[in-house]
């Protein structure tokens, strides 16, 4: 089975308290949902038309799991709280195997 991947890529934060408000719900959600996080923050060299503001990478065993987690519950009262504080490219993606 092949994992599924949060990958996050921040083009603007506007309000860094909604954003720690959405932080600390997400955290939960993505714990409870199974989720690893492999990249937050850090350093980023962005190449073509890549931004750079934040990037955030989750792992999770299955596709399946990392769709489900986002659909879930918790992570939509997470979403709600971050609000239009960000502008962001939030994909999920299939593994290799």
Same mark, same amino acid.
């Given at each position: 089975?092949?994992? =599924?991947?949060?990958?996050?890529v921040?083009?603007?934060?506007?309000d860094?308290e909604?954003?720690?408000?959405?932080?600390?719900?997400?955290?939960?959600?993505?714990k409870? +949902?199974? =989720?690893?996080?492999l990249?937050?923050? +850090?350093?980023?060299?962005?190449?073509?038309?890549?931004?750079?503001?934040?990037?955030?990478?989750i792992e999770?065993?299955?596709?399946?799991?990392?769709?489900?987690?986002?659909?879930?519950?918790?992570?939509?009262?997470?979403?709600?709280?971050? +609000?239009?504080?960000?502008?962001?490219?939030?994909r999920?993606?299939? =593994?290799l195997?």
């Amino acid at each position: 089975m092949s994992k =599924g991947y949060w990958v996050s890529v921040y083009r603007s934060i506007s309000d860094q308290e909604k954003l720690a408000a959405y932080d600390k719900l997400a955290r939960l959600a993505v714990k409870a +949902g199974g =989720g690893r996080v492999l990249v937050r923050g +850090g350093r980023v060299a962005a190449h073509d038309a890549g931004i750079a503001e934040r990037t955030i990478v989750i792992e999770f065993d299955s596709f399946e799991q990392a769709a489900a987690t986002r659909e879930s519950a918790a992570y939509q009262e997470a979403l709600v709280a971050l +609000g239009d504080a960000v502008e962001r490219d939030f994909r999920i993606v299939e =593994g290799l195997g």
